[in-house]
């Protein structure tokens, strides 16, 4: 007979959680004498019980959040909780600059002479700015990272010298991530210094995190053959004795490197190995994973895997939403890859109103954190123009169809004032904005604007890139159509076209998406011309390549194999990277 009992008590663990946060105030003074994960335990349940304002207090306390940032198997839960506090106006906008500013002060009034108090501020610091810069609150973990590497520079021994080095790189990490590239650099010079020093004295330092900084550097700033480089100073430097998140991050920098260096089966060989490490470490809804993903979003993207690429990235931010959540710049940036891998895969569909979302969700929380003028929120705004500019030549209403033109163009030539500001003249992304605006003028039928603008970001790419890469091939495209389409000058568009073919032949095969656009170009052209032997060819070419899109297409439908890789041992991986293409 089935018991009547249907209630099943709390265990008594829980219970005793439950009374200390339901008398919280009573109680408080002696949570410092419990164990940390006890002491989480409760905070924790204050969170789940919105009291967000007492939350608040203590994690503003840098002793208390000291003893939380100790228990390391609920950190996930420690980022959600620290999220909803950050969000909370009235409180979260004061917590990581009181702990930032608390260390600070804590560290100006460390006696370096007293080592075991000197080396627990500076093990404080690697935590605090660790979990602040894993939270996307860059400001505050640079200035927790300073703090510290200013009394190891206090210490003259070799010790020290090492954990000044540590610091450099975490400085470098965060100011890269925050686009500050000139105090990065600063750093990249001052930790070159301190592994002199300890080279001086007969001392080996592993040097793959501090390469691997510097290559994500020269990857910011689009000096790819230095940053690739660099990958393979990073790479020769990694051992198995290494972290597993510092094997996680080389193999991620220098896959991205690969990536826009056109070697695809080293970037996939490095990259599904970070994926595979992230998911057996850190687990499948840890943001480390959520990291790994995105960069295998972006080289299924560039590998032409659209609809993977666009799986990838939903699954990324689902994590990141689920750890971080709420205004969280690392939530932004999931949002604005989403939105651009949306709006590619839907590009010939029209139906753009998820990539428009995520568009405009990732520039909301940019600008909820950081200044309007802020580097990282150009690439956001460059998304949500491509976006409008595509709805405003759909639409059937010229008053909303010049609105909309008229904002993307606001937001293109303010990605351009940024991209400008931050890099020159002369870069890979100022070029792009520059092509971006050689289309969207073309849109609004000002096509000598458009034509300068084309120009320009061809000009600046073949000097930078080289004649053959991708990023040629689209600007040429671009101008080929604004000839074709506008201008009328057909021999001029025909001959860009057949480049812009034999590139993206050339680097993807024949059956690449971006194809279709060149091939329908050529066949419009050639009716113009009334050329209908070359027309007919057209034809022919272009329901050839529909028969390999949609073989393609049948490819990218299957399942993803993000738990099976190539290689599971790393030296085999770094041997098999290296013999791959010889490395000068």
């Given at each position: 007979?089935?018991?009547?009992?249907?209630?099943?008590?709390?265990?008594?663990?829980?219970?005793?959680?439950?009374?200390?946060?339901?008398?919280?105030?009573?109680?408080?003074?002696?949570?410092?004498?419990?164990?940390e994960?006890?002491?989480?335990?409760?905070?924790?349940?204050?969170?789940?019980?919105?009291?967000?304002?007492?939350?608040?207090?203590?994690?503003?306390?840098?002793?208390?959040?000291?003893?939380?940032?100790?228990?390391?198997?609920?950190?996930?839960?420690?980022?959600?909780?620290?999220?909803?506090?950050?969000?909370?106006m009235?409180?979260?906008?004061?917590?990581?600059?009181?702990?930032?500013?608390?260390?600070?002060?804590?560290?100006?009034?460390?006696?370096?002479?007293?080592?075991?108090s000197l080396?627990k501020?500076?093990?404080?610091?690697?935590?605090?700015?660790?979990?602040?810069?894993?939270?996307?609150?860059n400001?505050?973990?640079?200035?927790?990272?300073?703090?510290?590497?200013?009394?190891?520079?206090?210490?003259?021994?070799?010790?020290?010298?090492?954990?000044a080095?540590?610091?450099c790189?975490?400085?470098?990490?965060v100011?890269?991530?925050?686009?500050?590239?000139?105090?990065?650099?600063?750093?990249?010079?001052?930790?070159?210094?301190?592994?002199?020093?300890?080279?001086?004295?007969?001392?080996?330092?592993?040097?793959?995190?501090?390469?691997?900084?510097?290559?994500?550097?020269?990857?910011?700033?689009?000096q790819?053959?230095?940053?690739y480089?660099?990958?393979?100073?990073?790479?020769?430097e990694?051992?198995?004795?290494?972290?597993?998140?510092?094997?996680?991050?080389?193999?991620?920098?220098?896959?991205?490197?690969?990536?826009?260096?056109?070697?695809?089966?080293?970037?996939e060989?490095?990259?599904?190995?970070?994926?595979?490490?992230?998911?057996?470490?850190?687990?499948?809804?840890?943001?480390?994973?959520?990291?790994?993903?995105?960069?295998?979003?972006?080289?299924?993207?560039?590998?032409?895997?659209i609809?993977?690429?666009?799986?990838?990235?939903?699954?990324?931010l689902?994590?990141?939403?689920?750890?971080?959540?709420?205004?969280?710049?690392?939530?932004?940036?999931?949002?604005?890859?989403?939105?651009?891998?949306?709006?590619?895969?839907?590009?010939?569909?029209?139906?753009?109103?998820?990539?428009?979302?995520?568009?405009?969700?990732?520039?909301?929380?940019?600008?909820?954190?950081?200044?309007?003028?802020?580097?990282?929120?150009?690439?956001?705004?460059?998304?949500?123009?491509?976006?409008?500019?595509?709805?405003?030549?759909?639409?059937?209403?010229?008053?909303?169809?010049?609105?909309?033109?008229?904002?993307?163009?606001?937001?293109?030539?303010?990605?351009?004032?940024?991209?400008?500001k931050?890099?020159?003249?002369?870069?890979?992304?100022?070029?792009?904005?520059?092509?971006?605006?050689?289309?969207?003028?073309?849109s609004?039928?000002?096509?000598?604007?458009?034509?300068?603008?084309?120009?320009?970001?061809?000009?600046?790419?073949?000097?930078?890139?080289?004649?053959?890469?991708?990023?040629?091939?689209?600007?040429?495209?671009?101008?080929a159509?604004?000839?074709?389409?506008d201008?009328?000058?057909?021999?001029?568009?025909?001959?860009?076209?057949?480049?812009?073919?034999?590139?993206?032949?050339?680097l993807?095969?024949?059956?690449?998406?971006?194809?279709?656009?060149?091939?329908r170009?050529?066949?419009?052209?050639?009716?113009?011309?009334?050329?209908?032997?070359?027309?007919?060819?057209?034809?022919?070419?272009?329901?050839?390549?529909?028969?390999?899109?949609?073989?393609?297409?049948?490819?990218?439908?299957?399942?993803?194999?993000?738990?099976?890789?190539?290689?599971?041992n790393?030296?085999?991986?770094?041997?098999?990277?290296?013999v791959?293409?010889?490395?000068?």
């Amino acid at each position: 007979m089935a018991s009547a009992l249907e209630w099943v008590p709390d265990s008594l663990y829980n219970t005793a959680i439950s009374t200390v946060v339901a008398h919280y105030a009573k109680f408080r003074k002696e949570l410092r004498t419990l164990p940390e994960n006890v002491q989480f335990d409760i905070f924790y349940k204050l969170y789940n019980k919105g009291r967000l304002c007492q939350l608040g207090m203590e994690f503003s306390e840098l002793d208390t959040f000291a003893r939380v940032l100790k228990v390391n198997d609920k950190r996930d839960l420690l980022h959600h909780c620290f999220q909803a506090l950050m969000d909370h106006m009235d409180h979260g906008v004061e917590v990581s600059t009181c702990l930032s500013d608390s260390y600070s002060q804590h560290c100006c009034v460390t006696d370096i002479k007293n080592r075991p108090s000197l080396d627990k501020a500076i093990q404080l610091g690697f935590m605090l700015g660790g979990f602040l810069s894993d939270a996307g609150w860059n400001y505050e973990a640079e200035s927790v990272m300073h703090s510290c590497l200013q009394i190891c520079k206090q210490v003259n021994e070799a010790e020290y010298w090492y954990k000044a080095f540590e610091c450099c790189v975490r400085l470098m990490h965060v100011r890269n991530f925050n686009c500050k590239f000139s105090e990065a650099d600063e750093s990249y010079a001052e930790g070159i210094r301190f592994l002199n020093r300890l080279k001086d004295k007969g001392f080996t330092v592993n040097k793959a995190n501090l390469y691997s900084e510097r290559c994500a550097f020269l990857f910011a700033k689009s000096q790819y053959d230095e940053a690739y480089r660099y990958c393979c100073f990073a790479l020769k430097e990694l051992t198995d004795v290494l972290p597993s998140k510092t094997q996680i991050d080389v193999f991620r920098q220098c896959g991205k490197v690969c990536v826009v260096k056109r070697h695809f089966k080293k970037a996939e060989l490095l990259i599904r190995h970070a994926v595979q490490i992230a998911r057996e470490k850190f687990g499948p809804k840890h943001h480390k994973y959520a990291d790994t993903l995105l960069d295998y979003g972006f080289y299924l993207l560039n590998v032409d895997s659209i609809t993977k690429a666009v799986k990838v990235y939903q699954m990324a931010l689902a994590i990141r939403q689920g750890v971080f959540g709420g205004n969280n710049l690392l939530v932004a940036m999931a949002h604005e890859d989403l939105a651009y891998s949306s709006y590619v895969s839907e590009y010939s569909s029209g139906r753009f109103s998820d990539a428009r979302e995520h568009a405009e969700r990732a520039i909301e929380i940019i600008l909820h954190i950081l200044p309007e003028d802020h580097l990282l929120s150009a690439s956001s705004k460059r998304v949500k123009a491509l976006i409008l500019e595509e709805v405003a030549i759909d639409s059937t209403n010229k008053e909303l169809e010049d609105s909309l033109l008229h904002e993307a163009q606001d937001l293109h030539l303010a990605s351009l004032a940024l991209a400008k500001k931050a890099f020159g003249e002369n870069n890979v992304q100022t070029a792009k904005h520059y092509g971006n605006l050689g289309r969207l003028y073309q849109s609004m039928h000002r096509y000598k604007e458009a034509e300068t603008m084309h120009l320009k970001a061809i000009e600046i790419k073949e000097n930078l890139l080289g004649k053959e890469d991708y990023e040629v091939a689209l600007s040429v495209g671009h101008l080929a159509s604004l000839y074709n389409y506008d201008i009328r000058n057909y021999v001029e568009a025909e001959k860009l076209y057949l480049r812009s073919i034999s590139i993206g032949k050339k680097l993807f095969g024949p059956g690449y998406s971006g194809l279709e656009y060149d091939y329908r170009g050529l066949l419009r052209l050639y009716h113009s011309i009334e050329d209908n032997q070359k027309a007919m060819e057209y034809t022919v070419i272009l329901h050839q390549w529909n028969q390999l899109r949609d073989r393609n297409n049948l490819e990218n439908s299957k399942p993803l194999e993000l738990e099976s890789t190539i290689i599971d041992n790393l030296s085999e991986v770094i041997d098999t990277f290296f013999v791959m293409e010889p490395v000068s």
